[in-house]
């Protein structure tokens, strides 16, 4: 990620300096570029004084301490106040919004404290690396009502003076499924119906705000029912962050997990039902069914949302249980094939 990188390995030992690098303030990480280059020049010296020969250990040292100065100045380097910056993020991913005029706001610190041109586009991932999102830059965020610049990634952000602030989402989806841009407070019900008022979530263990998986997603304005983690940029497109883009025709099914394969099968039901192949009665009950199915998955899962082995063989015979009775439905015409226990 960027020229931070080459020297990721510098703070991979028990060194204090660099933890607290990545928690400075924003005028804090301004000035980090003097010592940077101090730090950056001292590392490089020694190092290339380490890996030239005997008779060239003077000139390498020289050569490795310009190297490493401008590595250090370049990683430390930032904007000349932070009057230029949307915020930063500390070294847990953390977003600190920084009230800046719009029209002055020019860029961010990234965890590793170096300066990025631009709003963040993207988030980081469970292993600490940036994900570039791909969406409109122009998309990747939001001004709160208290004027502060907030990621659409973020499930929340710290304030300047250290409170934590759960995140409005930066738009919702109508019952038209229709997108309503503006920060707004809520959540969607396992239907795609927008719930206005407190957001779903937790704090955890150390009082951060945890944003809860979302109970399905739209895509193209129509509902995708099904566990999904991700996000929506300011213009209402879903980005997923669990590794994989979402969606809703998956093709291989030893790779799908309960909650895609929910999902799809919603849509293959709702499909059925606009191409005539399943009667409108037909389709309820299936639909119906379907929801028995996933009250049911839900209840399986334990206080952390984990569903065991067992639940996961219920489920899953649950599902084919039905899979199969649609595709003998489809076939031949017969109805009352959906009773759930």
Known sequence: MRIQTLVAGVCAGPDPQCGALAQQTCEQRQNNRIAGT?????????????????????????????????????????RPDCTRAYGYYDNNGAWHANA???NNAQGYFDRNGAWVEGAPHGYYDRDARWVQADTDASAAGYYDARGLWVPAS??????????????AAPGYYDSRGRWIAGPVTGRYNSDGQW???EAAGRRDANGVWVADAQPGYYE??????????????????????????????????GAQS???RQAE???????????????????????????AIEREERSLRNRHGNLGPRGRATITARLDQLSASIREDVRDGRGDRYGSR
């Open 100 to 102: 800046v005029a719009r």
């Open 265 to 291: 099968m919603g849509q293959s039901i709702r499909r059925s039902m606009d191409t005539g192949r399943l009667s409108r009665a037909e389709g309820r009950r299936a639909m119906q069914t379907l929801a």
């Open 38 to 78: 101090v730090v950056g020049a001292g590392i490089g010296a020694i190092a290339g004084s380490a890996v030239a020969g005997r008779g060239d250990r003077n000139e390498g040292a020289v050569i490795g301490g310009l190297a490493g100065a401008l590595v250090g100045n370049q990683i430390a380097k930032g």
């Open 220 to 253: 193209n304005g129509r509902w995708i029912r099904g566990e999904a983690r991700g996000y929506y940029d300011a213009r209402g497109r879903w980005i997923s962050t669990d590794g994989r883009q979402q969606r809703a025709d998956y093709r291989n099914q």
């Open 258 to 260: 309960i909650d895609e």
């Open 195 to 197: 719930m206005s008022g």
């Open 154 to 167: 973020a499930s929340g952000y710290y304030t300047q003076d250290g409170r934590w602030v759960p995140a």
